[in-house]
């Protein structure tokens, strides 16, 4: 029923080599109709909001079937269309020569006896700091690409790349393992191409870091009682015995060089803060950081890291343990990398909101593996449209004169709605059909009303 836009069309056809041609064909179909749903996102009504001429015959239950058989039969692979976005992303959207990604793990709340890979997770939105409250659902690491807003340094955008299912029980690859595992597609994909992996404490580990590939930098947080080592080795005195040292002595742990530069009275030599003008969380503020070199034996084994103590004065947000893989980052710009990882908390947020995520109900494993990673592929479409054509459009300037000062026009949800808008002005004009036609098409807008209520 829906019409595909055209400036729509050129960034679908090319995930169209992902696809055979009908899985293409029903692939654009669910894209429009997931756009056009406004109740929620279960996969019937999604696909009754394709053809809503059928919904008053619940009969011809077999017209949807080809929605169904989409992601449960269809020999498409999330693999083959996350690189099919990763280019998409790569071509079209401001990046820097070094790629920034996120990655991150994200509770998708489902329930049901028969749902494959469904398991009890920490819900890291109901949790607090004094109480962890776990969930059913599917735990998805996602690994996405931070891009900044033009004209701005405030990268709210993370475009998913790759998304993989945490199994819960004994000897199944952990969060650690599986963003290992898409790292190295992504080195595979772009062999020339350097990157910087942000990510949080839970992802500065030994499985994730040891023999990290050198085209890769990371930026993470570390405990504030790590146990550090001085890089620089003492030389050996001749004729000692015994094996050679490998590090050097014991350096004060994070938490505790914060309290040394506290009690420093002066400003010149080691462990002193260093006042620092950063732009975290979208707006400028002043910070102090403690920088310092060191081994941290216990994950990166002989090599050395960069770790950063930052303090905000204001006392508005505690103290922070960071560390890098370049040494020669500068402070500044550990601690920008690091709020970057914002961006990916924004998406996760956007996809359960705006694109209902967690609305459809599937059960075998063949539907719960591809859905989800399709619903993010399309969140990245959408933005990728959005970016190079939709905020151009008349119905962007449209919803931007409506706007109020707490809205933004880089939100997912602005975006939905600016290619709705475009969709039902290149579906219903005056000009689109005959007067049959017409008549028609108002019957089945009634229908896609009552799907809507």
């Not at 931070?146 to 701005?152: D, E, I, M, R, Y």
């Not at 003492?234 to 350096?251: D, I, M, N, S, T």
Request: aromatic share 10%.
């Amino acid at each position: 029923m829906w019409t595909m836009i055209q400036s729509l069309s050129p960034i679908v056809e090319a995930l169209a080599p992902t696809f055979t041609q009908p899985s293409c064909i029903v692939s654009c179909d669910l894209l429009l109709s997931w756009v056009m749903c406004l109740g929620r996102h279960r996969l019937q009504r999604v696909a009754e909001n394709a053809d809503p001429e059928i919904v008053a015959d619940h009969s011809q239950r077999h017209s949807l079937d080809k929605y169904y058989n989409f992601f449960e039969r269809s020999s498409w692979t999330p693999t083959g269309l996350a690189y099919r976005v990763a280019v998409l992303i790569l071509t079209h959207m401001p990046l820097s020569k070094r790629i920034t990604l996120l990655v991150d793990d994200t509770l998708a709340h489902k329930r049901g006896k028969s749902v494959w890979g469904l398991g009890w997770w920490r819900d890291a939105v109901a949790s607090t700091q004094k109480r962890v409250a776990t969930a059913s659902g599917h735990n998805w690491v996602v690994l996405a690409v931070a891009v900044c807003v033009p004209f701005t340094n405030v990268p709210i955008l993370a475009l998913t790349l790759l998304a993989r299912l945490h199994l819960p029980g004994k000897g199944q690859p952990s969060c650690v393992d599986l963003t290992r595992e898409m790292l190295a597609e992504v080195l595979a994909w772009f062999p020339e191409q350097v990157f910087t992996l942000v990510g949080d404490g839970a992802y500065a580990s030994k499985g994730l870091l040891e023999g990290l590939d050198p085209r890769v930098a990371f930026v993470g947080r570390l405990r504030g009682d790590a146990a550090l080592y001085d890089p620089r080795v003492a030389v050996a005195k001749k004729k000692r015995r015994g094996p050679k040292a490998q590090k050097g002595p014991r350096l004060p742990a994070p938490k505790e060089a914060a309290a040394k530069a506290d009690r420093k009275r002066t400003t010149i030599g080691a462990w002193v803060w260093q006042g620092l003008l950063v732009t975290v969380y979208g707006r400028p503020r002043s910070l102090q950081a403690l920088a310092y070199a060191a081994l941290w034996p216990r994950v990166l084994g002989k090599r050395p890291i960069q770790v950063v103590v930052v303090r905000d004065p204001s006392g508005k947000m505690r103290d922070a343990y960071l560390f890098t893989t370049d040494l020669e980052a500068r402070q500044d710009w550990v601690i920008t990398m690091f709020a970057w990882r914002w961006a990916i908390e924004v998406l996760f947020r956007a996809s359960k909101q705006v694109m209902d995520i967690e609305a459809p109900q599937h059960w075998c494993q063949a539907s719960v593996e591809k859905l989800a990673p399709w619903v993010w592929s399309m969140q990245s479409v959408i933005m990728v449209w959005y970016y190079v054509n939709g905020r151009n459009s008349p119905e962007a300037q449209e919803l931007r004169d409506l706007q109020s000062d707490w809205d933004s026009e880089w939100s997912l949800r602005h975006m939905v709605q600016v290619l709705r808008r475009s969709i039902l002005n290149a579906t219903i004009n005056t000009d689109c059909a005959s007067e049959a036609q017409l008549q028609q098409m108002v019957e089945t807008l009634k229908n896609w009303a009552n799907l809507a209520a």
